[in-house]
């Protein structure tokens, strides 16, 4: 069961952002995290890679430094990129990002670098963090869900982005 959320939650989510979910839930069977615990991120992420691509991703297809998706940072003299960090998933046009994560997510705080470094990108507006419903008996998706919920509420922390999808699988 695909479960998701749009944040903030004062803002409808966006048309792609729907249609991200819809990639999802496209391939909820395949992914859920409670019938099919044994998935990596990198499971996941290749399982929804045709549905991404057809609604305008570019989506890393192995770990091969050309097969990645390196998003600028910092431009240093001549406009040379001088940092730039990896992606899952990019849609330009959209200025929309997407990480898959799994068990790493919550018990690493990987979902924590996958929001500061989309903030930190160039022509990033929307970011998506997929995350596991269930991993080993932690309740991954609420966990992240209430850090949001509290970053938000909280009002204490402005973020450069429009929006956060938090997709849980």
């Not at 705080?109 to 500061?116: H, R, V």
């Not at 903030?119 to 963090?129: A, E, F, G, R």
């Not at 932690?138 to 009002?155: H, I, M, P």
Request: with cysteine.
């Amino acid at each position: 069961m695909i479960n998701w959320t749009y944040f903030p939650q004062s803002k409808q989510a966006t048309p792609m952002a729907r249609k991200v979910v819809n990639v999802f839930e496209a391939i909820s069977d395949s992914i859920d995290s409670q019938t099919n615990n044994g998935l990596v991120s990198n499971d996941v992420l290749h399982l929804s890679a045709n549905g991404l691509e057809s609604i305008g991703f570019k989506v890393e297809r192995g770990k091969k430094k050309a097969d990645k998706i390196h998003i600028p940072v910092l431009f240093g003299r001549n406009g040379k990129v001088e940092k730039s960090f990896e992606a899952d998933a990019l849609n330009v046009d959209e200025k929309f990002v997407i990480e898959v994560e799994a068990g790493r997510a919550v018990t690493n705080y990987q979902f924590l670098k996958d929001l500061f470094q989309a903030t930190m990108m160039n022509d990033v507006d929307y970011l998506c963090i997929a995350v596991r419903n269930i991993y080993r008996n932690s309740k991954d998706f609420e966990k992240v869900l209430a850090f949001f919920d509290t970053l938000y509420k909280s009002n204490r922390v402005t973020l450069p982005l429009k929006g956060i999808l938090i997709i849980g699988y």
